[in-house]
T-cell receptor
Framework: DSGVTQTPKHLITATGQRVTLRCSPRSGDLSVYWYQQSLDQGLQFLIQYYNGEERAKGNILERFSAQQFPDLHSELNLSSLELGDSALYFC?????????????FGPGTRLLVL | AQSVTQLGSHVSVSEGALVLLRCNYSSSVPPYLFWYVQYPNQGLQLLLKYTTGATLVKGINGFEAEFKKSETSFHLTKPSAHMSDAAEYFCAVSVNSGYSTLTFGKGTMLLVSP
């Protein structure tokens, strides 16, 4: 158990819909990262937040957005869903100081768009 | 920008045999290097990491990896495979700066036969 929690574990929805994925980082970690894992694209970085502010952006679609709240949990919002958005979405967190370079991953949310 | 190449999408070994999973990276600055393992229907678990210092790093479950700058490699080894090692293994790189994101290889599926 990494200490990173993600909900829900599974999500099934229809094209055109909007969903929200939730992540709680390890206790004390200020940085949260979101990754997408799909068969064709592999593991890809989407976005990073540090203490409530966006720090880095990767291959995140405009239909996707994220935020980190004052209690440090993060949400990833996916809208106008397409079949190709079906994937496993991971959240990771990292600490501060010398611990900042190591990311610990949650169990993931498996999204199926029908 | 950094990149990771994992040679072999599938590696098959017999139980008790040496495990060797290959990873080569590309980075214009000194890298941090990681190996993660993913068991079926689970999240990513950190196996080991190289940041600075000793180039031979030991991880969990008897795995180790050696950072070779001249070869830009970070191959993962284990002297004797167990059935429980069957999983997908990901090599990842980040650069030596704060809160850098991970760039992953495409993964290598390790199959262990009795």
């Amino acid at each position: 158990d990494s200490g990173v929690t993600q909900t829900p574990k599974h999500l099934i929805t229809a094209t055109g819909q909007r969903v929200t994925l939730r992540c709680s980082p390890r206790s004390g970690d200020l940085s949260v990262y979101w990754y997408q894992q799909s068969l064709d694209q592999g593991l890809q970085f989407l976005i990073q937040y540090y203490n409530g502010e966006e720090r880095a952006k990767g291959n995140i679609l405009e239909r996707f957005s994220a935020q980190q709240f004052p209690d440090l949990h993060s949400e990833l919002n996916l809208s106008s869903l397409e079949l190709g958005d079906s994937a496993l979405y991971f959240c990771a967190s990292s600490g501060t100081g010398t611990a900042k370079e190591t990311q610990y991953f949650g169990p993931g949310t498996r999204l199926l768009v029908l | 920008a950094q990149s990771v190449t994992q040679l072999g999408s599938h590696v098959s070994v017999s139980e008790g045999a040496l495990v060797l999973l290959r990873c080569n990276y590309s980075s214009s600055v000194p890298p941090y290097l990681f190996w993660y393992v993913q068991y079926p229907n689970q999240g990513l678990q950190l196996l080991l990491k190289y940041t600075t210092g000793a180039t031979l790093v030991k991880g969990i479950n008897g795995f180790e990896a050696e950072f070779k700058k001249s070869e830009t490699s970070f191959h993962l080894t284990k002297p004797s495979a167990h059935m429980s090692d069957a999983a997908e293994y990901f090599c990842a790189v980040s650069v030596n700066s704060g809160y850098s994101t991970l760039t992953f290889g495409k993964g290598t599926m390790l199959l262990v036969s009795p």
